[in-house]
T-cell receptor, first 116, second 114 residues
Framework: AQTVTQSQPEMSVQEAETVTLSCTYDTSESNYYLFWYKQPPSRQMILVIRQEAYKQQNATENRFSVNFQKAAKSFSLKISDSQLGDTAMYFCAFTAYSSNTGKLIFGQGTTLQVKP | ETGVTQTPRHLVMGMTNKKSLKCEQHLGHNAMYWYKQSAKKPLELMFVYSLEERVENNSVPSRFSPECPNSSHLFLHLHTLQPEDSALYLC?????????????FGEGSRLTVL
């Protein structure tokens, strides 16, 4: 069975600084996708960034980038130049190519507070 | 309206009540999902519908009954719930089963069972 673990329940960062959120996963699959989703307070969860396991290059979306270490089964999210609007709960998620239903396995989430 | 909308946003019910949660997606997607979000726990996938057919039932108790009358609407019928069923219920949709693709979520229905 696949599992996703986020070991940091809560984190805080000063505005304009950089923060890294950790995620590890366990799977026997060789082909899969990894995601980071953001859930702002009382708002909809949205996709932040996606990584395909067969790609060695780390995904980047503006201020958001990942450090994907396939052998270590690690998938961390780095937020550069943190902004107040980045305050949210962040979820790491996994889906295998073999899943024909788009089933996402989520971690427990990390609550990030960006302080002015 | 755009995106994925859920109603009601908040619901309080007794253990003997029957209520329903509604989800509507305006994105033209062909798959819809129900997730349960409890405090300090990972999101739990409950049901998946693809092309209006249920393709996954993740060992959910029968007191939760999903219905997908068309590709734009998804319901979760609730009856004789337990206090531990109190949670945020999230609806999501995707295109082409969402494999590797993006799930679009609603804001959720906050359920409290007394």
């Amino acid at each position: 069975a696949q599992t996703v673990t986020q070991s940091q329940p809560e984190m805080s960062v000063q505005e304009a600084e950089t923060v890294t959120l950790s995620c590890t996963y366990d799977t026997s699959e060789s082909n899969y996708y990894l995601f980071w989703y953001k859930q702002p307070p009382s708002r909809q969860m949205i996709l932040v960034i996606r990584q395909e396991a067969y790609k060695q290059q780390n995904a980047t979306e503006n201020r958001f980038s990942v450090n994907f270490q396939k052998a270590a089964k690690s998938f961390s999210l780095k937020i550069s130049d943190s902004q107040l609007g980045d305050t949210a709960m962040y979820f790491c998620a996994f889906t295998a190519y073999s899943s024909n239903t788009g089933k996402l396995i989520f971690g427990q989430g990390t609550t990030l507070q960006v302080k002015p | 309206e755009t995106g994925v909308t859920q109603t009601p946003r908040h619901l309080v019910m007794g253990m003997t009540n029957k209520k329903s949660l509604k989800c509507e997606q305006h994105l033209g997607h062909n798959a819809m999902y129900w997730y349960k979000q409890s405090a300090k726990k990972p999101l739990e996938l409950m049901f998946v519908y693809s092309l209006e057919e249920r393709v996954e039932n993740n060992s959910v108790p029968s007191r939760f009954s999903p219905e997908c009358p068309n590709s734009s609407h998804l319901f979760l019928h609730l009856h004789t719930l337990q206090p531990e069923d109190s949670a945020l219920y999230l609806c999501a949709s995707s295109q082409d089963n969402g494999i590797g693709g993006e799930l679009f979520f609603g804001e959720g229905s906050r359920l409290t069972v007394l």
